[in-house]
């Protein structure tokens, strides 16, 4: 829900390891949420780390000013090299979330995006992460698997989106990992259309000697291109290997990039004979250039997510040779893998190019003559690629992109339902009773809880009842109901998204000074919203007030719970010190706190999230002494927690207590629902009846 107030620019954060993966995956977003009407504020790391050089650092920095964008520093490191580093990241982080009130954060890059969810956790702000290519993946290392894929599986519990910029990713992510919604794009996106109309500008007739005079290339020979940092991931070594093995003086490697394997690529070509062929002129801004003049694109990268350098080389025309990896399979899907065939099978026509195996480096020198020695096949290649890029084009990316934002702008169609707070309408119901309904067409106990609002001794409300994507025949149910009462509104979800969610809409059209909360499966006593709006008008330091409840299952009431009359914020730390659906709540505290939280963590216990958020703002509740809700408890209630829901409350717990100051020293409460989860259901449930009916009045006088 949204965290900023009417009249506040909506916010969000965009962190990513370095400054460089702005410039390439994000300057696109960027202008998406602007024109979304956000402020956007960015964090990485200017200093180090980048693909690119200062200069253009510089200018990347004069960029985002100029587009209004806030930069912060974020001292993430890109690899695991040093815990400490990373946890000073991770407190910049934090410090981050909590100067600035942002919606919510995307966040990229498998270390960063790590360390930039556990604080959004922390801080309550849901999250978007882009892997640009799982570090686990079919071939990885197997430390890779031990160490990166069981963070990523118990962070993904974490993750409100996870978007995905490969097929291969896109399947396993949906196969093996539970982030709250997933998506596929096709990459970051590349502008086709620039590169068409370069191509159809043609080469100017000076344009081919200015760019071998710039490199040193001699003007008749063919140039070997590849675009990437100097590392040992990018593979340029085994393209030195192949180029070298052709025995051909008229074949130049350019590689245009930094970074740390410079030397040792130099060695490498040196050894072979291969130095004088080889040109490494550093990080290149103006690669569209470089694209028009080169004759074939080799990229041998060992691991890649969706490449950008290689969607670019296609969109420019090249045919291309590339690893058979993540990434660049899905590209050249058409193009051949086995080398020594596939020319002769299509009649001289390979579609794309090629791929080769990385356990079979032979296979790219066979690829690199059979191009080198044939136009015709480099020309349709090149065309084919051409065509391909289309479904990879900028404008398709945008418009999913902008989809998946759309989904998160909570500030839009939610936030004109909570600037409300300056007054209601005099012919508003002063109370409106919200209650979400999943599954219960047949249940007898939703006609219970709906004739206890209906027979309440106070008549000003209004009941709105909230088909939470129910599979039943629910919201035909629902419908009698408000045929035969003017008072009761229906809302429909189209799919179920919980609790939390379907009172979320129904606060957003609920239109009374209070707001009374309310289960499809309790009930309440005649007279419960005449005491409790009596009390809040009485009281108005108190802005909720809930009761003691009783105690029932289907074959009736077993017993009562006496609730704690003024909870501080200490009584948070052994359970939730109200029972949720006896609650009522001044309207304006609710829409002040946005309502309830939709992130993934909170769904089985926004109930627990939102009362210690409203004890963090400041805001108290009373417990009447009095016993007016029948609360449905039975053994079916405890078997349906399941333990990812417990770890999920934990987080919850971690999360409020830090809000309310009273984590130190009770850090063991956090772990409580773990504990707790250990122990049977029946046993769980026998000893709370125990516990419970010892205080039950058998002469109560409540009818079921």
């Known amino acids: 829900m949204s965290r900023n107030c009417a009249g506040i620019k909506k916010r969000v954060l965009l962190a990513a390891s370095v400054a460089s993966m702005i410039d390439q995956f994000n300057m696109s977003n960027i202008r998406l949420l602007q024109d979304m009407g956000y402020e956007v504020h960015?964090?990485?790391?200017?200093?180090?780390?980048?693909?690119?050089d200062e200069k253009r650092i510089r200018k990347l920095k004069k960029m985002l000013r100029d587009m209004g964008v806030k930069m912060h520093r974020w001292d993430c490191p890109r690899e695991l090299h040093s815990l400490k580093e990373c946890r000073n990241a991770y407190r910049q982080m934090q410090k981050l979330l909590e100067r600035y009130a942002v919606e919510w954060l995307h966040c990229h890059s498998p270390i960063g995006a790590a360390l930039a969810r556990l604080a959004a956790l922390q801080a309550g702000v849901p999250v978007i992460y882009t892997a640009h290519g799982f570090h686990f993946y079919r071939g990885a290392p197997l430390k890779n698997w031990l160490l990166y894929y069981p963070a990523e599986k118990v962070l993904a519990h974490w993750t409100d989106a996870l978007i995905t910029v490969n097929r291969e990713d896109y399947c396993f992510a949906r196969r093996h990992l539970r982030a709250e919604k997933i998506f596929y794009i096709p990459g970051v996106g590349t502008d086709t259309a620039h590169f068409k109309k370069l191509q159809d500008e043609g080469l100017r007739n000076d344009e081919k000697r200015l760019f071998h005079e710039t490199y040193q290339i001699p003007q008749n020979a063919f140039v070997l291109l590849s675009v990437g940092e100097l590392n040992k991931g990018k593979n340029h070594r085994i393209v030195i290997d192949a180029a070298s093995a052709l025995h051909r003086k008229d074949v130049?490697?350019?590689?245009?990039?930094?970074?740390?394997?410079?030397?040792k690529l130099l060695y490498a070509a040196k050894r072979q004979g291969f130095d004088g062929q080889l040109r490494m002129p550093g990080y290149q801004e103006d690669l569209a250039w470089v694209y028009r003049n080169a004759d074939i694109f080799v990229f041998p990268s060992i691991r890649e997510g969706m490449p950008v350098a290689l969607m670019e080389a296609m969109a420019a025309g090249l045919p291309c040779v590339v690893s058979d990896i993540r990434g660049s399979r899905e590209l050249m899907r058409d193009a051949a893998e086995n080398i020594r065939t596939a020319h002769r099978r299509q009649g001289g026509f390979v579609q794309g190019g090629f791929r080769f195996s990385l356990r079979c480096p032979q296979q790219l020198a066979q690829a690199l003559r059979i191009l080198l020695e044939d136009e015709g096949l480099r020309q349709k290649c090149g065309t084919h690629n051409q065509e391909m890029m289309k479904r990879y084009d900028q404008a398709a990316v945008d418009r999913r992109m902008k989809k998946i934002?759309?989904?998160?702008?909570?500030?839009?169609?939610?936030?004109?339902?909570?600037?409300?707070?300056?007054g209601y309408d005099k012919d508003s119901p002063k109370i409106s009773v919200i209650m979400p309904v999943y599954n219960m067409a047949?249940?007898?106990?939703?006609?219970?809880?709906?004739?206890?609002?209906?027979?309440?001794?106070?008549?000003?409300?209004e009941l709105i009842l909230c088909d939470d994507g129910s599979t039943d025949d629910t919201l035909h149910h629902l419908c009698r109901f408000a045929a035969a009462d003017q008072r009761i509104h229906i809302l429909k979800n189209p799919v179920n998204r919980g609790a939390g969610y379907a009172r979320n809409a129904c606060l957003r059209t609920a239109a009374g000074m209070y707001i009374a909360l309310m289960d499809a499966d309790d009930f309440s006593d005649p007279k419960r919203l005449e005491k409790q709006v009596d009390f809040l008008e009485s009281h108005p330091e108190y802005a909720f007030v809930g009761c003691n409840v009783w105690l029932r299952d289907r074959q009736g009431v077993w017993g009562k719970r006496r609730m704690e009359e003024r909870p501080d914020s200490e009584s948070f730390l052994g359970t939730l010190p109200f029972v949720h659906p006896s609650v009522m709540i001044r309207a304006e505290a609710v829409h002040a706190l946005g309502g309830y939280s939709q992130m993934r963590i909170a769904r089985r216990a926004e109930d627990y999230e939102f009362f210690m958020r409203l004890y963090a703002a400041g805001y108290r509740g009373y417990?009447?002494?009095?016993?007016?809700?029948?609360?449905?408890?039975?053994?079916?209630?405890?078997?349906?927690r399941k333990y990812k829901s417990r770890i999920a409350e934990c987080a919850v717990r971690l999360q409020g207590f830090r809000r309310l100051g009273i984590l130190k020293g009770h850090s063991r409460y956090v772990l409580k629902p773990l504990a707790v989860g250990l122990l049977p259901a029946r046993l769980l449930y026998l000893q709370h009846k125990r516990r419970f009916a010892a205080g039950n009045d058998r002469n109560c006088d409540i009818k079921l």
């Open 623 to 640: 417990n009447m002494q009095q016993e007016l809700l029948g609360y449905l408890e039975e053994p079916d209630s405890y078997r349906r």
């Open 252 to 263: 130049y490697y350019l590689i245009c990039g930094q970074g740390a394997w410079r030397e």
């Open 42 to 52: 960015t964090a990485c790391n200017f200093e180090k780390g980048n693909t690119c």
């Open 442 to 461: 047949d249940d007898p106990l939703l006609d219970q809880a709906v004739n206890s609002i209906l027979h309440q001794t106070f008549q000003d409300w």
């Open 405 to 422: 934002y759309e989904e998160f702008d909570i500030c839009t169609a939610e936030q004109n339902a909570y600037d409300r707070c300056s």
